[in-house]
């Protein structure tokens, strides 16, 4: 911002002001008059105090914190109060002290109210200590106590005179042994913004109110029909949930006239939490989440809140744009996340909002830009680029701050927020004197900016985009006493973005090498960009063998969302680990369908069938997989009709399947072979695995040895038939009349013996009749028992 932009004179007044203006300056006359009379010294007694006296005198020897100031922008009518703590930090007690209000001249400028907020408290005493009736008497503070104060002082007593930022101090005077005569002691500068009337133009104001979130969500999920969500941590419910920042957040937005700044990461997953979710514990365990009430009354107030507002929508887990810009564009596919992550933030926004999102702005890292990021940011669609001040340099020939539009080129505008109001609320603002403090220096900005010129201006305020519970507190109280005030009118983001622009601000997007090199440090890395890339080509390489890609696809396009968020700027170390998680994660996935572990395999002929298995873990059916066996040696071992073949494998879901390949040895010993899984596309789907195929000899003299012992099985069969039906003969014959005698019958044991010991053989239909009985009655041999 130019310097001369500070100074408030630069066009003509109403002639209201103009009086007011001098009446305050004939005020301030005597004072300036009266500044060499002031106790700048000590007495001639004590112009070489002690070392003793030393350490109780000084500005700094008793701390003064004002921990509230009301109304923070007071009218004529108003009694302003002022609380605090007074603290007694030297060695001596101080007596007959008294706390009071100063009222000092109004500032210049901009820069002005810049350095007395350097120089809150300490240094030489100033402005006029109002009436001493308003004033808090301690009669004693030991060294190292704390007293509260409060002083309430009518607004006509402190005797302001034109519009103005006015400084106003607290100041503790008393005495000490060392030096007992009555001296500052302590004193604390804020400031008080002055403009009772309605101001002749109003600053036309933006706040940009970001509900933005650390990463919550993993890219896994549970194997159940479901899926369960599953996050890194509990601290999400801690943040929606009473007290939390993200609570916070939405209650003090809902009370102001805001412009919504939404992550749709975070709607993700909030409305994750409001069914079944799991959590995921440092040691891997699971357990089950039960902030479901918590999540759906986070999400309901939240709907409520935005129906009557305007939502911005970043892309899916405010990508870092910058980070692209720098390092991504070196990685080829990098920008094609973001083009995704923005088209899922109109899904996510308009399902669980209900409200139709604004995704035409791009927010890079405290609004620093380049050319370079203006490219990426509008690569994906967005045509307006919230920057701030402190990256648009003003030229020193403009007297005031212009308004936020600029257009830079190629369609697109730069909404520059104003970098003193943006950047305000930094810091502890837990502590209440930082709060006051910020309070009162982000009124005074504002209205020195309208004091500045008479030009309609839309001013716009982008502050951090995750603002702790202190900081959202503070900002919200500045921004409610703001748009209660008689200089500032509330206005939207599209108004402001589409006002007309200031003709004498700066539209050039300033040069890579400006980039501050602060922020540079905190992007991510090339190699980070190379690792997400790694996890989207084995995304992509995966879902092309799933039936129901949805179940894959979608979580981890959003953990790739999440691994280019803004949010791990500084946390590289953090970063890392949730980009492994999800590479780990995926690679598992894809393992889930794998070949089963082959031992070796010994062939005992030229020609066999191979099995080899694969197996689906997955909960759903896989398909358009290959499996492709290759012999190493394709001369000695062909598989199917070359060196490899390669079978359509489909299995379904906890199932596995035997694929079979047919395999010729034109020689013997053995032969590596390699199993793998490609995609139809003859992408390697898995790793390969190895095995043995062990093709033994087979000669001549084996074949006829084989030959020989079937035609011994042959014969022995021929000798068993006939001797079955010569048994079965004689058993015919044994069974016709008897005319010999017992002694006839004794005399040839062996014939009338044999077919009774073979009569349980049962006889065949197709058994001949025997045309003898001598042969079939001989006993078989042992060699023909075993042949049989």
């Known amino acids: 911002?130019?310097?001369?932009?500070?100074?408030?004179?630069?066009?003509?007044?109403?002639?209201?002001?103009?009086?007011?203006?001098?009446?305050?300056?004939?005020?301030?006359?005597?004072?300036?008059?009266?500044?060499?009379?002031?106790?700048?010294?000590?007495?001639?007694?004590?112009?070489?105090?002690?070392?003793?006296?030393?350490?109780?005198?000084?500005?700094?020897?008793?701390?003064?914190?004002?921990?509230?100031?009301?109304?923070?922008?007071?009218?004529?009518?108003?009694?302003?109060?002022?609380?605090?703590?007074?603290?007694?930090?030297?060695?001596?007690?101080?007596?007959?002290?008294?706390?009071?209000?100063?009222?000092?001249?109004?500032?210049?400028?901009?820069?002005?109210?810049?350095?007395?907020?350097?120089?809150?408290?300490?240094?030489?005493?100033?402005?006029?200590?109002?009436?001493?009736?308003?004033?808090?008497?301690?009669?004693?503070?030991?060294?190292?106590?704390?007293?509260?104060?409060?002083?309430?002082?009518?607004?006509?007593?402190?005797?302001?005179?034109?519009?103005?930022?006015?400084?106003?101090?607290?100041?503790?005077?008393?005495?000490?042994?060392?030096?007992?005569?009555?001296?500052?002691?302590?004193?604390?500068?804020?400031?008080?913004?002055?403009?009772?009337?309605?101001?002749?133009?109003?600053?036309?104001?933006?706040?940009?109110?970001?509900?933005?979130?650390?990463?919550?969500?993993?890219?896994?999920?549970?194997?159940?029909?479901?899926?369960?969500?599953?996050?890194?941590?509990?601290?999400?419910?801690?943040?929606?949930?009473?007290?939390?920042?993200?609570?916070?957040?939405?209650?003090?937005?809902?009370?102001?006239?805001?412009?919504?700044?939404?992550?749709?990461?975070?709607?993700?997953?909030?409305?994750?939490?409001?069914?079944?979710?799991?959590?995921?514990?440092?040691?891997?365990?699971?357990?089950?989440?039960?902030?479901?009430?918590?999540?759906?009354?986070?999400?309901?107030?939240?709907?409520?809140?935005?129906?009557?507002?305007?939502?911005?929508?970043?892309p899916f887990a405010d990508p870092d744009l910058a980070s692209l810009a720098h390092s991504g564009t070196k990685v080829t596919g990098s920008l094609g996340h973001l083009k995704d992550a923005t088209d899922a933030a109109v899904t996510t926004v308009d399902t669980i909002l209900h409200v139709r999102p604004d995704t035409s702005y791009a927010w890079p890292a405290e609004g620093a830009v380049d050319p370079d990021i203006v490219k990426v940011a509008t690569s994906a669609g967005a045509d307006k680029i919230i920057a701030r001040s402190d990256s648009f340099g003003e030229s020193s020939a403009l007297a005031y701050t212009p308004s936020a539009a600029r257009p830079i080129g190629g369609g697109a505008t730069a909404v520059v927020a104003d970098a003193r109001l943006s950047t305000a609320f930094q810091g502890d603002m837990a502590r209440a004197e930082n709060s006051t403090l910020a309070v009162q220096k982000f009124l005074a900005q504002s209205l020195m900016l309208n004091l500045q010129t008479d030009k309609q201006r839309s001013v716009v305020v982008a502050p951090q985009r995750m603002p702790t519970t202190g900081q959202a507190h503070s900002l919200a109280q500045a921004v409610r006493a703001l748009q209660g005030s008689t200089w500032s009118q509330s206005q939207t983001l599209p108004a402001a973005a589409t006002a007309k622009p200031d003709p004498g601000a700066t539209t050039h997007v300033p040069s890579s090498r400006s980039y501050p090199a602060s922020l540079r440090k905190q992007e991510l890395s090339q190699s980070a960009f190379q690792q997400i890339q790694n996890t989207q080509n084995a995304l992509e390489n995966f879902k092309v063998v799933l039936t129901d890609r949805s179940r894959v696809v979608t979580p981890f396009g959003r953990a790739m969302d999440r691994e280019m968020s803004t949010s791990w700027r500084s946390k590289s170390d953090p970063s890392h680990t949730f980009r492994d998680s999800v590479g780990k994660y995926l690679s598992g996935l894809t393992g889930q369908v794998q070949l089963i572990k082959k031992s070796d395999v010994r062939l005992s002929g030229r020609s066999a069938t191979i099995p080899v298995s694969v197996q689906n873990n997955l909960w759903q059916d896989v398909d358009h997989l290959v499996l492709r066996l290759t012999s190493k040696n394709g001369t000695r071992l062909k598989i199917g009709d070359g060196a490899f073949e390669d079978k359509t494998v489909k299995i379904a879901s906890g199932h596995s399947q035997s694929v079979k390949f047919t395999t010729t040895a034109k020689a013997t010993g053995p032969v590596t072979v390699y199993a793998q899984l490609f995609t139809e596309d003859n992408q390697p789907y898995s790793k390969r695995i190895a095995f043995t195929v062990d093709a033994t000899e087979i000669t001549p003299t084996v074949m006829l040895v084989i030959a020989g012992g079937v035609l011994l099985l042959v014969l022995a069969g021929f000798r068993m038939y006939t001797q079955r039906k010569r048994a079965v003969a004689a058993q015919q014959v044994n069974d016709g009349p008897q005319d010999d005698s017992a002694e006839a019958a004794q005399s040839e044991p062996e014939e009338s013996q044999a077919p009774t010991a073979r009569a349980d053989v049962p006889q065949q239909p197709s058994d001949p009749t025997a045309d003898t009985t001598s042969e079939s009655a001989a006993p078989s041999g042992t060699g023909e028992r075993v042949d049989r």
């Open 1 to 314: 911002m130019a310097e001369a932009a500070d100074f408030p004179g630069m066009t003509p007044s109403p002639a209201r002001r103009l009086l007011r203006r001098t009446g305050a300056l004939l005020a301030a006359a005597p004072l300036l008059a009266a500044l060499p009379l002031l106790p700048a010294a000590a007495p001639a007694a004590a112009s070489a105090p002690s070392s003793a006296a030393a350490d109780a005198t000084g500005t700094s020897t008793v701390d003064i914190a004002v921990n509230g100031l009301t109304p923070q922008v007071p009218s004529e009518q108003d009694t302003v109060t002022v609380r605090g703590k007074i603290t007694n930090r030297g060695k001596q007690t101080v007596t007959d002290a008294h706390v009071g209000l100063r009222v000092g001249v109004p500032y210049s400028g901009r820069s002005a109210i810049d350095n007395a907020a350097k120089n809150s408290s300490g240094g030489v005493q100033d402005g006029t200590e109002v009436a001493g009736k308003y004033a808090k008497k301690f009669a004693r503070l030991a060294p190292g106590a704390t007293q509260d104060f409060s002083l309430s002082v009518p607004a006509k007593e402190l005797h302001l005179g034109a519009d103005g930022v006015y400084q106003i101090s607290v100041a503790l005077k008393g005495q000490t042994a060392a030096l007992p005569y009555q001296q500052t002691l302590g004193i604390q500068r804020t400031f008080l913004p002055w403009q009772p009337d309605g101001a002749d133009t109003r600053t036309r104001t933006t706040v940009l109110w970001p509900l933005i979130s650390d990463t919550h969500l993993t890219a896994e999920t549970g194997a159940d029909e479901q899926q369960t969500p599953v996050f890194g941590d509990d601290s999400l419910a801690k943040q929606i949930g009473p007290g939390g920042r993200l609570q916070q957040m939405l209650e003090l937005g809902s009370d102001l006239d805001v412009t919504w700044v939404i992550d749709p990461d975070l709607l993700a997953s909030v409305d994750a939490m409001t069914g079944t979710y799991k959590i995921k514990g440092a040691d891997g365990k699971f357990t089950s989440g039960r902030d479901q009430a918590l999540a759906k009354e986070w999400l309901s107030n939240l709907q409520n809140a935005v129906q009557s507002q305007k939502v911005v929508t970043l």
